[in-house]
């Protein structure tokens, strides 16, 4: 089994920051990419960033200059430093990992966490 735990969210003020993490476990062989998403009530599930194994980053346009994600391959986390947010920046960020078994990947969740931006 593989589980993802995220942790770091909550409610903070315009102009706020916040730090998420997400801890990986279980029979993690071969990790592709570990990265964030969000999904806003109403709205569809969006990348928000992600970091390959080569250590490749992504960054949706949305959020370049004001978040920054990291991993430690070691640990098998990842976490997202959130500055200058934003109130729509509120949401349900979800921890994804795509893990790679031979020629095939394979995506996982965390439950979400809550972020919340007031203004």
């Known amino acids: 089994q593989v589980q993802l735990v995220e942790s770091g969210g909550g409610l903070v003020q315009a102009g706020g920051s916040l730090r998420l993490s997400c801890a990986a476990s279980?029979?993690?062989?071969?990790?592709?990419?570990m990265g964030w998403y969000r999904q806003a009530p109403g709205k569809q599930r969006e990348l928000v960033a992600r970091?390959?194994?080569?250590?490749?980053?992504t960054y949706a346009d949305f959020v370049k200059g004001r978040f920054t994600i990291s991993r430690d391959n070691a640990k098998n986390t990842v976490a997202l430093q959130m500055n200058s947010l934003k109130p729509e920046d509120t949401a349900v960020y979800y921890c994804n990992l795509n893990l790679l078994r031979l020629d095939k990947d394979y995506d996982y969740w965390g439950q979400g966490t809550q972020v919340t931006v007031s203004s």
């Open positions: 279980g029979s993690i062989f071969s990790i592709n990419t």
């Open positions: 970091i390959g194994s080569g250590g490749t980053l």
